[in-house]
C-alpha cells in the first residue's frame, strides 16, 4: 500500500537536504517541534494543511511545487506497484492526437474521448 504521508515525508526532507539545512533549524523556522518534524518527515506523522505551509514558508518552497513532487512520486510508486502485481513493465500511453484521416465516416463531426476525459471534436474529411 502507498502511503501519501511517507511520500510526502521523503520529499520534505529531500527539500531540506538540498538545501543543507538541519531539523533543528527548519523546525524553528517553521515553529513546529522537532521531534514532530523528524515524525512528518519519517511518514510516521500526517501534517496538517497548516503545518505544511508553515515547513514550506521555513523552506522557501511553494506548496504546489511541494506537492506535484509528491504528486510525481504517487505515479511513479503506482506505476511500480501495478507492474509488480502484473510482472510485466508498463508502457506509458499517450494519446495521438493530430491529422488522422478518418474514412467511412459521413462528413460531420466526430467525437473522440481523451484519456482525461475530455471531448476533442475532429472533422471527418
Keep these: 500500500m502507498i502511503l501519501l504521508r511517507r511520500l510526502l515525508g521523503d520529499v520534505l526532507r529531500r527539500q531540506r537536504q538540498r538545501q543543507g539545512r538541519t531539523l533543528r533549524e527548519v523546525s524553528s523556522s517553521a515553529r513546529v517541534s522537532l521531534g514532530y518534524l523528524s515524525e512528518v518527515e519519517r511518514g510516521q506523522k500526517e501534517a496538517s494543511s497548516e503545518l505544511l505551509s508553515a515547513i514550506c514558508d521555513a523552506l522557501d518552497v511553494r506548496m504546489s511545487e511541494l506537492m506535484r513532487e509528491v504528486s510525481d512520486e504517487l505515479a ?29 465516416v459521413p462528413p460531420e463531426r466526430v467525437t473522440i474521448k481523451a484519456p482525461a476525459a475530455e471531448a476533442v471534436d475532429v472533422v471527418a474529411a
Excluded at 503506482?78 to 510482472?87: G, H, I, R
Design 76 to 104: 511513479l510508486a503506482e506505476l511500480a506497484q501495478s507492474a509488480a502485481a502484473t510482472d510485466t513493465v508498463p508502457t506509458p500511453v499517450r494519446p495521438m492526437l493530430g491529422s488522422v484521416p478518418v474514412t467511412g
